[in-house]
């Protein structure tokens, strides 16, 4: 029963909890809505959600004191009601602090020095970001509802978001101050141990596409799970944000956010992506 059940839902990949979890959860609403796709009648909080994941300057023993850059601002755009990317903003940023890459960090991120030496420096970069962001009317002041970012984990915003707004000597954007972290509504809504975005797509039966820690195929996948969940119903809203006053803020978030070095589930990532 259960295996033609997969099969006819297209849900024949991936941790079987999931699998068994997503299928129940289908027939379950589906007879609360009566109709066969009942998760299109589940009120969203956004009408857009932007997957983001950053990369910045790193060096193989930089220790938590490291002066991380962002070298690379990705943007996916989710429109809910579709279930479909419909948008992307791409963006190399030139450091300043430390202007030629590491070895380790090219190799770890894909990106050459060339790209990052042709690049606007940061602050022109996030002006480019909201400029695209007005452009698509996604920082309404008049619909609060209208846009959530969604990252893997609290460290794009709660770190290296934060700490690039210190060493340019710029305000936090207020629109960065509560976001969607996918990597903790996942484990909650399936629900399974925290993890990382290849071990989150694994579980839904999917393969990562691209180049993992490359900041722009990073942000396809977190789009990809973020689809996923809202195809399974779940509401996703904020779950994690900045708190604090003036220039010091902490994350409101359960986890250690470490920049640098993170050992989850026996799984060691030198740099948080």
Request: hydrophobic share 40%; proline share 5%; charged share 25%.
């Amino acid at each position: 029963m259960f295996l033609i059940d997969f099969v006819f839902f297209g849900i024949n990949r991936g941790d079987l909890r999931i699998r068994r979890f997503r299928l129940k959860h289908h027939f379950k609403s589906e007879l609360t809505f009566g109709c066969e796709n009942p998760f299109s009648m589940i009120e969203q909080p956004f009408q857009y959600i932007a997957a983001l994941d950053f990369e910045a300057t790193c060096e193989e023993n930089g220790g938590k004191n490291y002066q991380n850059e962002i070298i690379e601002f990705p943007i996916v755009l989710i429109d809910v009601k579709q279930q479909a990317i419909t948008d992307k903003f791409h963006s190399y940023c030139r450091p300043a602090i430390k202007p030629i890459l590491s070895k380790f960090c090219t190799q770890l991120t894909g990106i050459r020095q060339h790209q990052v030496d042709n690049a606007p420096p940061f602050v022109e970069v996030l002006h480019n970001v909201e400029t695209w962001l007005y452009e698509r009317n996604l920082l309404s002041s008049m619909n609060e509802h209208k846009l959530a970012f969604a990252t893997d984990g609290p460290w794009d915003f709660a770190n290296f978001l934060q700490m690039q707004c210190r060493l340019s000597s710029i305000p936090y954007p207020p629109w960065a101050e509560r976001w969607i972290d996918i990597r903790k509504e996942f484990s909650e809504f399936y629900p399974v141990k925290r993890a990382g975005i290849n071990k989150m797509l694994n579980k839904l039966g999917l393969d990562f596409d691209g180049r993992p820690h490359s900041g722009i195929d990073d942000s396809i996948n977190i789009a990809r799970i973020t689809l996923e969940l809202l195809k399974d119903g779940c509401v996703l809203s904020f779950n994690d944000g900045i708190r604090g006053s003036g220039s010091k803020h902490a994350a409101e978030t359960d986890e250690k956010a470490e920049v640098n070095q993170k050992d989850e589930e026996n799984d060691l990532v030198v740099f948080e992506d």
